[in-house]
């Protein structure tokens, strides 16, 4: 079974601070996925990746940084949070190559205040 | 890019009754389509993955559809039941992306 674990679960940041929120997968899959997930509007791709090294700008980009340091590990990067990105976060693994299953975390729920 | 709309947001159906979901999308590259669950407080599950050169698709009571013509993919629960009550996605993908986009999603619920 694919593993991919997020890490926090739960955080609380201040408007203005600098949080990370990390995802790590034992899948050995090249691509991995942020994802926001707000009522109304579905999954909404932040940034993505096709492997170490590299990383793409999704559909709302604008806020956040990633890094994808090793094939295992994505993290997302908010330099400066606002209230606006509180949200719940998943991060995604999956292969290229005709197979477009994605696997997914639990989700961060992130509240910025 | 690409757009995907899914419909109905809510769906409440009785014990045994069929339940479906509607996904239309904009790209004609788009090669590659999944349905997700999620359940409360959880991450997405796939539940079932069709490419294009599919048409249709069974697996334990779910039945996909794909009508490439108009750009259509459905998702039939066939005999839903109280576990079935979740959140389902359809997800899509073209052939020359990586990037996957998903529907806004589908509050089911499923009454006994």
């Known amino acids: 079974e694919a593993a991919v674990t997020q890490s926090p679960r739960n955080k609380v940041a201040v408007t203005g601070g600098k949080v990370t929120l990390s995802c790590n997968q034992t899948?050995?899959?090249?691509?991995m996925y942020w994802y926001r997930q707000d009522t109304g509007h579905g999954l909404r791709l932040i940034h993505y990746?096709?492997?170490?090294?590299?990383?793409e700008k999704g559909d709302i980009p604008d806020g956040y940084k990633a890094s994808r340091p090793s094939q295992e590990n994505f993290s997302l990067i908010l330099e400066l949070a606002t209230p606006s990105q509180t949200s719940v976060y998943f991060c995604?693994?999956?292969?290229?190559?005709?197979?477009?299953?994605?696997?997914f975390g639990h989700g961060t729920k992130l509240s910025v205040l | 890019g690409e757009q995907v709309e899914q419909r109905p947001p809510h769906l409440s159906v009785r014990e045994g009754d069929s339940a479906i979901i509607i996904c239309t999308y904009t790209?004609?590259?788009?090669?590659?389509f999944s349905w997700y669950k999620q359940e409360a407080g959880a991450g997405l599950q796939l539940l079932m993955s069709?490419?294009?050169?599919?048409d249709r698709k069974e697996e334990q009571g779910l039945t996909v559809l794909l009508n490439k013509k108009d750009k259509r993919l459905s998702l039939n629960l066939t005999a839903a039941h109280p576990g079935d009550s979740a959140v389902y996605f359809c997800?899509?993908?073209?052939?020359?992306?990586?990037?996957?986009?998903f529907g806004t999603g589908t509050r089911l619920q499923v009454s006994p």
């Open positions: 995604a693994s999956g292969n290229r190559g005709g197979d477009e299953r994605l696997f």
């Open positions: 899948n050995n899959h090249n691509n």
């Open positions: 990746s096709y492997g170490a090294g590299s990383t």
């Open positions: 790209d004609s590259a788009t090669a590659y």
């Open positions: 069709v490419l294009s050169n599919v």
């Open positions: 997800a899509v993908s073209a052939s020359n992306t990586d990037k996957v986009v």
